[in-house]
C-alpha cells in the first residue's frame, strides 16, 4: 500500500458506494428532502424523525463532493439538502435550527442545540464555497451570529450546549442520552471550531476571526488536559470537569481540526504554539490504537473499562488525523497507522452488497446490524469526508 494506491481506492469508495448511497436510497419523494432512518440491517422507516444533524452533514458531503468532481447530480442531491434546511429546519421567528422534524418536514423537537446549528454553518459555508451561492452564506452567516449572540459566554468564555426554541434556559442540555448533562461539552465546541473555520474560508469577518482564535485558546487551555494529552469532554459553567472519559475518536479528530483551523488563520504565531500541540493530543489518541489497526472507541477511567467496538465515524477520523501528521509533519509511522486502519475498513466496515458502511464492528468482531446504517447520527460525513481529505491533500 502506498498514498496514492490509497488515494485512488478512497475516490472509488466515495464515488461508487457511499455517495449512491444517500442519493438513491435517502431521497423522500413523496414528503421531501430525505429520510430520517434505514436501519442497520437494511429496513426504510419512512416515518422517522428527520434530524437537524443529518441534512447538515449531507449538506456538506455533496456540497464538498461537488466542488471536488463537478458531478451535476451531487449539487442537485446537496441543493436539495439546502432547501430543506433553510426552508424547514430553520426557525423563521426565533432563528436557530430546529432539532428534529416529523416525517412530514414539520418542526418536531424545536429546542436549539448548538452543535446542530454548528453542522448547518457547515453545511451552508461549504455550498457557498462550491456554487459562490450568497443565500447559503447569508443564512450561514446569521447562524452564526445566533450562536455569538445567544450562546457565548461572554464573563466566562465558551458556548453553552442548548437552549430552548426562544433561546432561554434548558434544563436538558445533553446532545444525546450517552452524554452527561453539563453547561459547556467538548464536542460541541470541537463542532463549533469546525464550521467557523469553513466559514472563515469565505467570510473574512473580523469578529469570525477573533471567534475562532479564541476556540482555539480555549481548546488548549480549558479542554485539553496538559498531562494526557487528551481531551476533557464535559465541563460545567466554570469549566469544571468531574468525568474521567478518554474519547479516542475526538481526540484524533480534534488534532487535525484543531491543526486546519489555524493554518486557515495563518496566523504564524499561532500556529507555532498549535503545531506541537497536533502530535501530543494524536499520541495520546493512540493509546486506543488496536493490533489490528483499528481504534477503539473509549475508556471510562473511573471505571477501568474500555469500550473497544470499532465505530465507523472513529476510523475515518483515524486515518485522517495520521494522514494530517504525515503531511505536515513527515510521519512516516503515523501514514503506516492510516493504511492499517483502511485494511481494517475495508475488510470490515464497509458494506460491498448493501451500500454505504456498518455502524460498528462488535469486540468479538461481529458485525454490529443493530444500530443504524443511515439515520440521526449515521451520515455521509465522516467516511465521505476522509474519503475527500485524502483526495485533496494527496492530489
Partial sequence: MDIKSMRKEMEAELIGNILP??????????????????????ILMPEAEKGAILNARILWTFSAAYRLLGNEEYLTTATRAKRIIIDRFYDKEFGGIYWSLDYKGNPLDTKKQIYAIGFAIYGLSEYHRATGDKEALDYAIRLFEDIERYSFDSVKNGYCEALTRGWSELADMRLSDKDENECK????????????????????NDSLKSQLCNLIEIFIDKILNAETGHLELFF???WNSKYRIVSYGHDIEASWLIHEAALVLGDEALLEKVEPLVEFIAAAADEGLASDGAMAYETFLTKQRTDTDRHWWVQAENIVGHSNLYQHFDDEVALQKAFRCWEFIKKNLIDNRNGEWYWSIYADGMVNTDDDKAGFWKCPYHNGRMCMEIMERFS
Wanted: no cysteine.
Fill in 21 to 42: 448511497f444517500w442519493m438513491n436510497r435517502m431521497k423522500d419523494e413523496v414528503n421531501g428532502g430525505f429520510y430520517g432512518r434505514i436501519t442497520g440491517t437494511g
Fill in 236 to 238: 460545567d459553567e466554570d
Fill in 185 to 204: 461539552t467538548m464536542n460541541t465546541h470541537l463542532h463549533i471550531l469546525e464550521p467557523y473555520t469553513n466559514l472563515y474560508r469565505v467570510w473574512k
